[in-house]
């Protein structure tokens, strides 16, 4: 690694720990404010991808809004993206409080269906609201849960992420290890979070995505399939009373043929459905800075 790379991982890793310990001490609604402020800086004044936001925005819903709405839309879901980093980097502060004072919950009996059944489940989620305090919450509710993880370029802040998954209950499962370790965590009844709606190259299988072929990662489906397991989706979502609420919905699907590829693809076609509904409702709410259609369409 080159001394330049060395001395910028470094900035990145103490700037995340010096927010870190900033929200451990301030109020919580202080420190959503200060995520707010972080995601609009991104967004207004350093327009970090803020381009490729807008033009994700008008693929996905064409005439539906006019410029000046877009961009009150990627304003908004820039300060969705700052409050879930600030609620991450409050994850050792989460330990001390009650996490049921700000999080409730919808369809939780899929997942108690789910490891009655004891075949553990395939949990799929996207960017969407605060991800990983999803997690942590569903964590702290006391459901045996493990994510699936890429590894970060930056491995002090690769580090530093697990260690606070770790702190919340949740166990790590590398996707160097993947096959072995989800099987395993599914067969031993747990539930294995994945995000998927990102853009997974080649490897990936073709589904339709707000009406554009998008490729997506194959893993949830592939999993679920072998192990006989079921796929259930996590949303969170910002309520206007400061709490924010969890949703889970069961991935209905019938395996209809003999090609695996094809049910692969069948039931990643279903689960992506799902993620696009909650976009259109909660536009604010995902992720639009990433190139989706990068494989398929070239952006």
Known sequence: ?????????????IGI?????????????????MGSILGNLAFSLFRVRSRVTLDNLKRAFGKKYNQQEFKTIARNAYRNIGKGFVEYAMFPAFIKKNLNTLIEFEGLEYLDQALQDKKGAVLVAGHFGSWELMGAA???????????????????????MNKYRQLMGIGIIKIGVATRGVIKALKNNRLVAMLSDQDSG????????FGYPASTPKGPAAFALKVGAPIIMGFIIRQNN????????????????????????????AYTAILEDYI???????????????TTLGS
């Open 1 to 13: 690694m080159g001394i330049m790379k060395k001395i910028r991982h470094r900035i990145e890793y």
């Open 202 to 209: 080649r490897d990936g299988t073709v589904v339709k995505f």
């Open 242 to 269: 400061g709490m924010q609420k969890v949703i889970f919905e069961k991935v209905e699907f019938q395996k209809k043929s003999e090609d695996r590829d094809e049910d692969i693809k069948n039931l990643t076609q």
């Open 280 to 294: 259109r409702k909660y536009p604010d709410h995902w992720f639009w800075p990433h190139r989706r259609w990068k």
């Open 138 to 160: 569903t964590s702290y509710k006391g459901y045996p849960l493990d994510f699936l993880v890429g590894e970060q370029h930056n491995l002090l802040v690769d580090n530093i």
């Open 17 to 33: 720990k010096t927010i870190s310990n900033l929200t451990q001490i301030l109020p919580y609604r202080l420190s959503l404010k």
